[in-house]
């Protein structure tokens, strides 16, 4: 019944909108509208202070340092986002993307979406490691840590080279396999909603981390954050493995077994 639904839906939608325009025009849309609603939350929770005690750092930024932050995603997901995306639909196309019916079975869409997950998670990792190097960190991914405490938005707030340098991890896999327009675009969602909770500055005792094993999170990521960037560490966007095989991870995690253990000195004090 709720396959047959879709299907009518997404007959509905084919029929109200060109191929090229929902590839690019109703893609960028719909990011845009999942990152903002998903990323706006955590800005509200940091300016009102609610959720304090699940805030991971005790700082904030302050309203206008939060605004500067939403008025440039806005310049670049126009000027770099959406141009990229119209420029890159011929290429998608001749790899074999489609939009036609009969959507693809659900066992086609989870495993190519977590064959994303798994390539993009590894070429992020060595993307972003490059990056923190001194000439490329200096010239391009400072721009990212110009918000060293974290909320959901500056997720995307980067260099516009950046954008482009760690956005190929994105796409690759979606242009290895050639996927439908519905797995592309359940994928972009998953990918947003997983880098604005990794980026939100808050871990909740419902965050995916306390349920995913090997999923990084909140909490592993505003690590990289908040130290020098020498030695931040943490490298991966979803998952942890990454960095615990290549012991980029072994500072956060002796600061959580220090946290850990002076927990629990306190709790038996």
């Known amino acids: ?89 011929p290429a998608f196309k001749f790899m074999g993307l489609r ?24 070429i992020f990792y060595w993307g972003h490691r490059a990056l923190h190097t001194k000439w490329l960190y200096k010239h391009i991914h400072s721009v990212h840590h110009e918000y060293a405490t974290p909320f959901g938005l500056t997720s ?5 080279a950046e954008i482009l340098f760690l956005g190929f991890a994105t796409i690759v896999g979606p242009a290895l396999t050639g996927p439908h327009l519905f797995t ?8 947003v909603l997983e880098t604005v909770e990794a980026h939100s500055g808050y871990h909740f005792p419902w965050s995916p981390s306390n349920f995913l094993p090997l999923y990084g999170g909140s909490d592993f990521h505003d690590y990289h954050h908040r130290v020098l960037y020498t030695k931040s560490g943490n490298y991966a966007s979803t998952f942890v493995y990454m960095d615990w095989l290549f012991g980029t991870d072994k500072d956060y995690r002796n600061v959580k077994a220090m946290e850990e253990k002076e927990g629990k000195h306190l709790l038996v004090s």
Not at 1 to 15: K, V
Not at 46 to 53: C, D, N, V
Not at 113 to 119: C, S
Request: glycine share 4%; hydrophobic share 50%.
């Open 184 to 191: 592309l675009w359940l994928w972009m969602v998953l990918r």
């Open 156 to 160: 995307e707030y980067a260099h516009p």
């Open 1 to 89: 019944m709720a396959a047959s639904a879709l299907q009518s839906a997404w007959e509905g939608l084919t029929g109200s909108f060109t191929e090229f325009q929902l590839a690019t025009v109703i893609t960028f849309l719909l990011h845009e509208s999942v990152f903002f609603l998903s990323g706006l939350p955590s800005l509200l929770f940091e300016r009102f202070g609610l959720f304090a005690k699940y805030k991971i750092q005790k700082k904030s930024n302050t309203p206008s340092y939060q605004n500067r932050c939403v008025l440039r995603l806005i310049l670049y997901h126009v000027c770099v986002n959406l141009p990229v995306m119209i420029l890159s639909y």
């Open 99 to 122: 939009s036609s019916l009969p959507l693809p079975h659900w066992t086609v869409i989870v495993s190519q979406v977590l064959f994303y997950f798994i390539l993009e998670d590894f």
